[in-house]
Every structure is written in structure tokens, then in C-alpha cells.
């Protein structure tokens, strides 16, 4: 007897009341899509689980691919049966002879309320049968295993095995937002954090040849081929930086440079937004992290956009943001010796409460438009797929 479906559970998914059902189809097809390299697979879509038939694959691998879909709560690996049951005491005695353990605990949800035998009953038949034919002991507060049997219209479903996933709402339920990637440790972070919530990222860059190298360019595919997990195609928008940047630095005071840089570049993310179809922008900003990011620095910076600003890690420690980091593959990446324009240009004594008036000022004294517009008119593409971060 071998398990044969994985059973999905959705978490948030489950409060959605009238739109469950447009969720939970997003997250059937996002499923399909995750597993598109799996044959034979079929996906069952119910009110309240999805069910993967596995039909010989092996659960493993499957899973793994699952964890990583945002909408999910938790999977387990079920054994789908008749509900009768002298046939339910035979499964369930035979499943957890596989397990390893010296106590347990049965579980039994009975949402087929037409099923003649409550859930109590079940229990209660099932345990004694486990308790007469093993040496296995009933512990209710800490059991080494964890029998759980569901009772549903179409079956019964039996399992001693559910794994944890990263929760969230389904990719697209959320829109698509303009995602600022830097190409430090925090900006794939705040997009991981996103996707989880639902939100498509399309990422705009700023780069600065030649003062940036071109090293840049591979670690941002590379940070977004990580991404590529939670998001099969993700686009880069790369825009030349350069002159914006040498015309801030010619007239501008040196402590108010990153001031006027970051707001040129909301500027640029706000028009590229709005021409992409995204509502908001987002960023990696954590507050008080650089001199950038101070209250005072991002209302002064803000101020050149309507947009939402979304900041998913803005009141994370750096230690949370890298330990996050590591757990989605992007740290070592992040830390490659590749600087951006932020870095390379960064002032020895930047403004942390800079003067709106005075950023104002300093922006009166260059054509500051025309440079967008020429940025806007030269942008570069780049599409990261999921299929190419596998060659």
C-alpha cells in the first residue's frame, strides 16, 4: 500500500468568503504550472483542498515543488480509500506500521456529516484495532505518530504525514507591483515576501556604465532566477543612469546627492510603472538601515510619486532579513563584490533629514525631464524564466 495523492491545504485562502473560489482556480492553475515537469499528475479541485493525483510519481520531489507555491498552507501525503469501516481499521493499521514510533494519536474529521458513524466512533474503532495487532501505545498530549483520517463525500482520506509551505495567496490575486531590485541582500527579499502575497513583481534596475560593472547585470538574473521558484517569469527593466547621475553630482552638494538620486529614481519607477500597468512600487528599504532611509529621507524622497510605496521589510532586523536570505538561496548572491550605483556613488556624509525645499532646490539647476525621458526611451529588457535558470 502506497500513498497515492497530496492533499492541499490553503491557509488565508480559506477567509476569502465569496472570492474563495476565484482563488482557489489562480492557485489550481499556478499548482499546474508548477508541476508542468511531472507527467501523469491530474489536479483535483474541491471547496476546501486541491488533491495532486500522483498516479506513480514519487510524492518527493512533487512536494518540494509545492512548498515553494504561494497560497499553500501545508501538504500532506494521503492514502485515498472507502470510507467503510472495516476498511478504514485494515488502511489505517497497515500505514502506520510504516511509521516509526512507540505512540500515537488518532485524528478524525468527519465533513461528510451523511457518514453513519461519528468521528469519536471512528477513533475509537480504528485505535482499538492499531492497539490489539502492535505494540504501539496511545499518547494524546505528544505521540510519536499522528494518524489523521478525513471523511469526505468522495472517500475517505487516511495519512500520518503533513509538511509544512510558505502560505501567502496565490500568485496574480494581488496584481503586479514595480519592484525596485537593487541587487543587495534585502531587495529579493522584499520581492520573495510579495510574491507570497500574491503580488507579480516586474523589477526595474538602475545602472551606471561605466562606473558599474557588468557583473551587476548576471548577479540580477541570477538573484532572479532564485526568484524564478515563486514566479516562473520575471522582467528586468535596465535603465542607463548614468548622465542622471553625473548631472546630481555636478549640481547638487555632495550630502544631498543619494537624496536626489532616490528620488530620480522613484521618478523613473513611477513613469515605468504607470506604463506597465502596475498600481505601486516597491522597494527593499528598511528603516534607519542607510541614511536613505530615515522617515524624514523617504518622506523627501516620496514626495515625487503618487504610488503607493510598498516596503515589505521596512521594520525587519538586518539579521531576520538575512537569515530570510538564506532560506530562499539569495544571500551568497547578494554578497557577491558586484556594487550598484547606490554604492558606488555613495556620499562619505549623507543628508539623514534632508530639506524637501532644498532637494527641490538642487533639482531647479538641471533638465532633470529630458534626462527621464531619454532613460525611458532606452530601457533594456530582460526576461528571467524559470526554464532557463535550469540549463
Known sequence: MIYDHIMV??????TKGKNKKDFIRVLARNIKNALSEFSNLIIETRFDHIYVVLNGNDPEPVIEVLQDV???????????????????????????KKEEGHTFKIKCK???KSYPIISDEIIKHVAGNILSNTSLKVDVHHPDILLSIEIRQEGAYVFCKTYPACGGYPLGVGGKIMHMLSGGIDSPVAAYLLMR??????????????????GVIEKLKDLLSKLNKYQPEIRLNIIPF???QEEIYRVSDESYAITIMRR???????????RRGCPAISSGESVGQVA?????????????????????VVAMDKVDIIELARKIDTFDISIRPFEDCCTIFAPKNPKTKPSLSKAIEYESKFDYETLINEALDHVEVIYVKKEDSLL
Open 110 to 112: 468527519r465533513a461528510d
Open 70 to 96: 504561494s497560497g499553500i498552507h501545508s501538504l500532506s501525503l494521503v492514502y485515498k480509500t472507502d470510507p467503510e469501516i472495516e476498511n478504514l481499521k485494515k488502511v489505517s493499521l497497515e500505514l502506520i
Open 197 to 214: 502575497r500574491g503580488i507579480k513583481i516586474e523589477c526595474i534596475h538602475f545602472a551606471s556604465p561605466p562606473y558599474t560593472n557588468v
Open 264 to 274: 530620480m529614481m522613484f521618478r523613473l519607477a513611477d513613469r515605468l510603472a504607470h
Open 292 to 312: 536613505s532611509q530615515t522617515l524624514e529621507s523617504m518622506f523627501t524622497i516620496n514626495e515625487v510619486t503618487k504610488l503607493p510605496v510598498i516596503r515589505p
Open 242 to 244: 548614468t548622465k542622471i
Open 9 to 14: 491545504r490553503f491557509g488565508e485562502l480559506s
